[in-house]
């Protein structure tokens, strides 16, 4: 099936960058339709409270921030479909994107799919995502105040992680499943000088305990030289083993960098292809954060705005 509408503008993804791209798109009389994906609201919606958004001092929740958002953007005419964007052609004018076998034509496309933490595969993620786990210390920090806590991982956004939550908790332990780390030697410096934090080596956590209503209350660490297992006492449990930029379909379209993120040129969303523009943690690996996204999602629209402008 084809739509044989040409949109003026087409969004792919749904976070707060995607969606701020779509109140501006929409207020600018671009019409957009947005594609909100598998995961409609990105990371935010698996994130109970956000506390460090501008303009809720009580804090709100992930979910009911997207909903805001979404409210927002339809008020002035944007479109928002549940449905995933399977593949992309961006070799001519108009612009095509698949949902399955859908085609849809657009003049320009705004790309906000966003990137997904890395898990560990564990069945108590499902329920204590965002009730003691969490893929972001410098969100979720602030909540584990003189508590003991764990982080997972090796590199440097590991070290990172563990280094920050020590402003909050009264104890880290760092758990990595090998002898070396993977990260800088400043990185490592930071956190053995660091008297709060204390690192486990050689070690997987096989299970996270705990409940939504209590939160985190231990980890099962099983050693990957003898294979003993044992239980571990902590509050809370921070994952820095990186993110995967939600870029799959793109390959090949437009240039990734070695990581898989978007590459924007300096200032701007503009990507290689003309009309195709990138906002959100699909293109930034630095800040990732709910107010970086949506500022990235507003420069994207202006973007587009101009391109259509200039056409």
């Known amino acids: 099936m084809t739509d044989k509408t040409i949109h003026k503008t087409i969004i792919i993804g749904s976070g707060p960058a995607g969606l701020t791209a779509a109140i501006y798109a929409a207020r600018a009389n671009l019409d957009p339709i947005v594609f909100e994906g598998n995961q409609p609201g990105g990371q935010l919606t698996i994130t109970t409270d956000v506390e460090n958004y501008p303009g809720f001092p009580d804090g709100v929740l992930g979910p009911d921030m997207i909903d805001l958002f979404r409210k927002q953007a339809q008020k002035f005419g944007a479109e928002c479909f549940y449905k995933h964007v399977s593949k992309v052609d961006f070799s001519s004018s108009p612009l095509k994107v698949y949902v399955q076998d859908e085609e849809y034509l657009a003049e320009s496309v705004i790309i906000s799919t966003g990137a997904s933490a890395r898990m560990l595969g564990l069945e108590a993620e499902k329920e204590l995502m965002g009730h003691g786990i969490s893929t972001c210390a410098t969100c979720d920090g602030y909540f584990f105040k003189d508590k003991e806590i764990v982080v997972v991982g090796g590199g440097d956004s590991a070290m990172e992680e563990a280094s920050f939550l020590t402003k909050f908790a009264s104890k880290v332990t760092l758990i990595h499943r090998r002898e070396d780390f993977r990260a800088s030697k400043i990185m490592i410096d930071r956190v053995l000088d660091n008297p709060k934090i204390e690192i ?79 906002c959100g943690d699909v293109q930034d690996s630095h800040y990732r954060q709910a107010i970086t996204a949506a500022g990235s999602g507003c420069m994207a629209s202006i973007d587009a705005e101009k391109y259509l402008e200039d056409l």
């Open 200 to 278: 486990i080596k050689n070690a997987v956590v096989t299970d996270i305990l705990g409940s939504q209503k209590d939160g985190v209350s231990s980890i099962i660490l099983k050693d990957t030289i003898d294979g003993k297992e044992r239980n571990f006492d902590c509050d809370g449990v921070f994952y820095g083993i990186g993110h995967k930029p939600n870029t799959d379909q793109f390959k090949d379209i437009i240039n990734l960098d070695d990581q898989g993120y978007i590459i924007t040129n300096p200032g701007s969303t503009l990507t290689n292809v003309a009309g195709v523009f990138a």
